[in-house]
C-alpha cells in the first residue's frame, strides 16, 4: 500500500517537473518565428508543435520544437529542445544523441538546431551553442519580440 502510494507520489512529481517546460515551449512557438526569420532569415511555414516522430525499427523520439521552414529556397526542418537551465553540457547532449536519431529520419533535409531556455548556467553557454551551430533563444527574448511586432 505504501509502495503505491510512493508510485503515486512520484509519478506526481514527475509530471509537475515538466510543466515549465511545456510553457516554455508553448511560449516558444509564438516567438520563434519571427525571431527565427530576423536573426537567420529562416522563414517558418508551418505551426510549431511538440512531437513523437517514428523511425524505420518504430521507435518514437519525442520533439519539444518541430516545424517546416525555408531559408535561400532550401528547405529545413526546425528541430528544438527547451530546457529550464542550459548548459553547455546540454548543448552537446541535444546535438550529439538527441538530434542524430531525427537526422535519420528526415535524412536529405537539413536540420536546424534551435535551444530555448529560461537561463543558462555560465555565461559561456551562447557562445559555446553559436559555435555548434544551434540558435539559442532565452524567454525573457519571446517578450521583447512580440512587443516590436
Request: net charge negative; charged share 30%.
Amino acid at each position: 500500500m505504501l509502495a503505491d502510494e510512493e508510485d503515486e507520489l512520484y509519478n506526481l512529481l514527475a509530471g509537475l517537473e515538466k510543466v515549465p517546460i511545456c510553457l516554455l515551449a508553448n511560449d516558444a512557438y509564438e516567438s520563434l518565428p519571427p525571431l527565427l526569420e530576423r536573426d537567420y532569415g529562416v522563414r517558418v511555414l508551418t505551426p510549431l508543435i511538440r512531437d513523437f516522430i517514428e523511425d524505420d525499427q518504430g521507435n518514437e523520439y519525442e520533439v519539444d520544437i518541430l516545424g517546416e521552414a525555408e531559408r535561400d529556397g532550401e528547405q529545413l526542418v526546425i528541430v528544438g529542445k527547451c530546457k529550464i537551465r542550459l548548459s553547455e553540457q546540454d548543448v552537446d547532449r541535444f546535438l550529439h544523441c538527441e538530434l542524430k536519431p531525427v537526422q535519420q529520419i528526415f535524412s536529405g533535409r537539413t536540420l536546424f538546431p534551435v535551444m530555448v531556455a529560461h537561463a543558462v548556467t555560465t555565461k559561456r553557454v551562447h557562445q559555446h551553442a553559436q559555435e555548434q551551430g544551434v540558435a539559442l533563444y532565452l524567454s525573457y527574448q519571446f517578450r521583447r519580440a512580440n512587443r516590436s511586432l
